[in-house]
C-alpha cells in the first residue's frame, strides 16, 4: 500500500517559491482573508519586480508588497482602507511614477480571470457597460471588436494568466484539499487561472476530515504545489469564523506607510522570520480579543 | 476641509440622518426590487437594513463583500466585506453572478459614491490630475461602472464639497447623465433611468428631468440651500422653494438604533463640509 505524497513546506520555503514567479495573483476581499504570512514571507525571500492580479477588491494585501517595492505592474480594480482611507503604499507608488497600473474594474479582473480559468482567449462584454467610461481610453487591453454574429460592437477583456496564485484557507489537508470560509468565491477560478498555486491554512486537517466534509471544501488540491501551516496567516485581515481583522494593527500600517516609515513597520512585522515570530510582535492578548469578532 | 458635518440636533448623527432618508427612499421607489450595496458603504448598508425592518419588508438586498442576501445583522459592520455583514443571509451569490447580473442589467437599484461626482451625476474613482501620474490616485473603478446598467442608480457622498461635488470629474468610472440631455443613452443600454438622488451630508439633491443637471431636493436641518451651493463646486439647479429634510422619528431611530446598528457605528462615521 502507498501513500500520497505530502505538500507540507515552512513558510519560508513557501517564500522562496513565491518570489521565483513574476506574476502573482490574490484572493479574499477588502481586509479578509488575504494570504498575508505567505506575503511577508515572499517579501523577506526578495520577491521584485511582480506584477499583481488582486481580487476586486484589495487593501493590505496588494499595499504591504507595493509599499515593500517588490511589485511594477498593478491590474487595478479597487484597492482602499475602505473607513481609513485610501491605500497609502499604492497611491505614493502611482503619484511618484513607480507603478505601472493597468485601470481596470470588477468586470475586466473578474472576467479576465474567469477567462484564463476557462482557456478562452477573452470575454467579450456589450460596449454599452464601457462607452460611458474612461477605462477603454485609459486602458489599451480593453479592444473594441465586433460581435461576428451579430455586428454589435463589444469591449475584449483578456486573459488574465498567473504564474502563482497565492491564498489562505481556514482548513487545508496535506494535499491542499482547501476550505475557505466567507467571502464570493473568487478563489476556485483565480487557482485555475495561475500555473501553480500555493496555500497558507489555520489549520492543517487530516483527509479523513476532508472526505467527511466534502461539501465544504472550496477548491481541489490537484493544482496546489504547497501547503503552509500558518496559524493567524491572514492577520491583520479577518478570517472568516475564526478571527475579525485587527484594526488597531491597520491603522498602524496605514500611519507608517503614509508618514512615510514604511521601514519601522517592515522591521517590525515583516522582518521575523517565522509566524511564530511574527505572532510574538502582535502579542497574544490581541490575538485572543480578534477571536470574538470572528 | 473639515468641518465635520454637525447635525442641528443632539438627537441624531448627520450619518444616522442619512440612513433614514434613504430607507424612506427605498421604501417609496424599491419595495420588492431587488438591488445591492457596495463595500465601503456602511450607510447604504444601513439603509437597506433598516427598510428591510420598516419601509420596504420585501427589498431584495445584497450586501457587498460578504456577498448575503438579505442579511439580518443588528450589530452594522463597519464593511459589507466583514464576514458579519451576512449573517441571517437568505442567499449568497458570489462574484461571478454580481458581474453577470451588472452586465445583464439584473439589478433594479444600487448605491455609488465616488471621489468626484460631477453636476450630471457621473462618478470618478479614478483620480485627479493627468494620467498616468495622477496628483490625486483613486481607489479604482470597481463596481462604480454598474451606474451605467442598474436601472436606478443612486449616488451618496459623506464628503459634501467644492473639491467633491465638482462641475465635471476629471475622469468617469461611473456614468450618470454624461453631459447631460439625452446624452447617456448614446452610451449606455436605454433600459436604464440614470442616477435618482445623491444624499450628502447637507442635502438631498436629483437631476432636473430635461436638463439632467443636478437639482436641490432637500436641505437637511441646521444648513440652508445658500450653505449648500457655497459648498458645490457648480451651480445648483435651485427650485423655487427647497424643503427641509424631515428628521428622523422616534421610531425610525428607535429600530436603527436596537435592531440595525446596536454598537452605534453610525454615530461614529465620518461625515464632512467643505
Same mark, same amino acid.
Given at each position: 500500500m502507498a501513500e500520497p505524497r505530502s505538500k507540507v513546506v515552512s513558510l519560508d520555503e513557501a517564500g522562496r517559491m513565491i518570489a521565483q514567479h513574476k506574476v502573482i495573483s490574490l484572493a479574499g476581499s477588502h481586509s479578509v482573508n488575504s494570504p498575508m504570512a505567505l506575503i511577508r514571507a515572499a517579501i523577506r525571500n526578495g520577491a521584485t519586480g511582480l506584477t499583481i492580479i488582486p481580487p476586486v477588491t484589495t487593501a493590505i494585501a496588494a499595499d504591504l508588497m507595493i509599499a515593500a517595492g517588490c511589485v511594477d505592474t498593478f491590474y487595478l480594480s479597487y484597492i482602499g482602507f475602505e473607513t481609513l482611507g485610501f491605500a497609502p503604499g499604492f497611491r505614493a507608488a502611482v503619484e511618484s511614477g513607480k507603478l505601472k497600473v493597468i485601470e481596470g474594474d470588477e468586470p475586466f479582473v473578474l472576467l479576465g480571470t474567469r477567462a484564463a480559468a476557462g482557456g478562452w482567449p477573452f470575454i467579450p462584454v456589450p460596449a454599452g457597460v464601457y462607452d460611458g467610461t474612461d477605462l477603454p481610453r485609459l486602458n489599451p487591453l480593453l479592444k473594441k471588436i465586433k460581435d461576428?454574429?451579430?455586428g454589435a460592437d463589444c469591449y475584449a477583456i483578456p486573459a488574465l494568466h498567473a504564474d502563482c496564485c497565492i491564498l489562505h484557507a481556514q482548513e487545508c489537508d496535506e494535499l491542499g484539499n482547501a476550505q475557505f470560509w466567507g467571502g464570493n468565491n473568487q478563489e476556485p477560478d483565480k487557482a485555475a487561472a495561475a500555473k501553480t498555486v500555493i496555500i497558507s491554512t489555520e489549520r492543517i486537517v487530516s483527509i479523513d476530515h476532508t472526505r467527511k466534509h466534502v461539501d465544504r471544501v472550496t477548491l481541489p488540491g490537484h493544482k496546489v504545489a504547497a501547503v503552509v501551516h500558518a496559524p493567524y496567516g491572514a492577520h491583520p485581515t479577518a478570517s472568516p469564523g475564526v478571527y475579525g481583522a485587527d484594526e488597531p494593527h491597520l491603522k498602524i500600517y496605514f500611519d507608517a506607510v503614509r508618514k512615510g516609515e514604511t521601514k519601522s513597520y517592515l522591521d517590525r512585522f515583516v522582518a521575523p522570520k517565522t509566524q511564530a515570530e511574527y505572532l510574538d510582535q502582535v502579542g497574544l492578548e490581541t490575538l485572543f480579543a480578534l477571536q470574538e469578532n470572528a | 476641509m473639515a468641518e465635520a458635518a454637525k447635525s442641528?440636533?443632539?438627537? $441624531?448623527s448627520i450619518p444616522e440622518l442619512m440612513t433614514v432618508a434613504m430607507a424612506r427612499v427605498l421604501g417609496e421607489r424599491e419595495d420588492g426590487k431587488l438591488g445591492g450595496v457596495g463595500a465601503a458603504a456602511v450607510v447604504p448598508m444601513a439603509a437597506a437594513r433598516l427598510a428591510a425592518l420598516t419601509?420596504?419588508?420585501?427589498l431584495w438586498w445584497f450586501c457587498g463583500g460578504a456577498s448575503g442576501l438579505n442579511p439580518t445583522f443588528d450589530r452594522l459592520p463597519k464593511s459589507s466585506a466583514d464576514p458579519r455583514a451576512a449573517l441571517g443571509s437568505t442567499g449568497k451569490k458570489n462574484m461571478l453572478d454580481v458581474v453577470d447580473m451588472g452586465i445583464t442589467g439584473g439589478w433594479d437599484w444600487g448605491f455609488n459614491g465616488g471621489l468626484q461626482i460631477d453636476m450630471y451625476g457621473n462618478i470618478n474613482? !479614478?483620480? !485627479?490630475?493627468? $494620467?498616468?501620474?495622477?496628483?490625486v490616485r483613486g481607489p479604482g473603478t470597481v463596481g462604480t461602472i454598474w451606474t451605467g446598467t442598474l436601472r436606478r442608480p443612486y449616488l451618496y457622498t459623506m464628503h459634501h464639497a467644492s473639491r467633491v461635488l465638482v462641475e465635471k470629474c476629471d475622469y468617469i468610472s461611473g456614468p450618470g447623465y454624461i453631459s447631460g440631455g439625452t446624452s447617456r443613452w448614446d452610451k449606455v443600454q436605454n433600459t436604464t433611468d440614470g442616477p435618482q438622488l445623491l444624499f450628502s451630508p447637507m442635502a438631498i439633491l436629483d437631476f432636473d428631468p430635461d436638463s439632467k443637471r443636478m437639482r436641490l431636493k432637500s436641505v437637511h436641518p441646521g444648513y440652508s440651500a445658500d450653505d449648500v451651493q457655497k459648498n458645490t463646486g457648480f451651480e445648483l439647479v435651485m427650485p423655487a422653494s427647497v424643503p427641509m429634510t424631515a428628521a428622523p422619528t422616534a421610531e425610525e431611530l428607535f429600530v436603527l438604533r436596537r435592531h440595525v446598528d446596536r454598537d452605534g457605528v453610525l454615530k461614529n462615521v465620518r461625515a464632512t463640509i467643505g
Open positions: 461576428p454574429h451579430t | 442641528a440636533s443632539n438627537d $441624531y419601509t420596504a419588508p420585501n474613482m !479614478i483620480g !485627479i490630475g493627468t $494620467y498616468p501620474q495622477l496628483k
